[in-house]
């Protein structure tokens, strides 16, 4: 074997191996993507999940502030009364 042969065949050995190795590495990038994504999905999904209960939180408290006291909440403040003297 002269070193052109030998050249050559380390060549083609080379892209052998490369073409082998392309497709596990191939599908363990393309799993790492799903991982990330689904990470990346997870973080989105409890952002969202926090922030509508932060504004449901927030919601029940405006609701909670701007309804008008019930009939009971009424009658059941002191009344205010009014002392009047008379003049003698």
Do not use: V, W
Not at 9 to 30: G, M, N, Q, V, W
Not at 50 to 75: D, G, S, W
């Amino acid at each position: 074997m002269d070193g052109n042969n030998i050249h050559l065949l380390r060549e083609d050995l080379t892209k052998e191996f490369y073409a082998l190795a392309k497709s596990p590495t191939t599908e363990i990038e393309h799993l790492l993507e799903d991982f990330n994504d689904d990470q990346m999905l997870f973080r989105l999904e409890a952002k969202a999940y926090e922030h509508e209960r932060l504004h449901a939180e927030c919601q029940a408290t405006i609701a909670t502030q701007n309804t008008a006291p019930t009939t009971e909440e009424r009658t059941s403040e002191p009344a205010t009364t009014t002392h009047t003297t008379e003049a003698r």
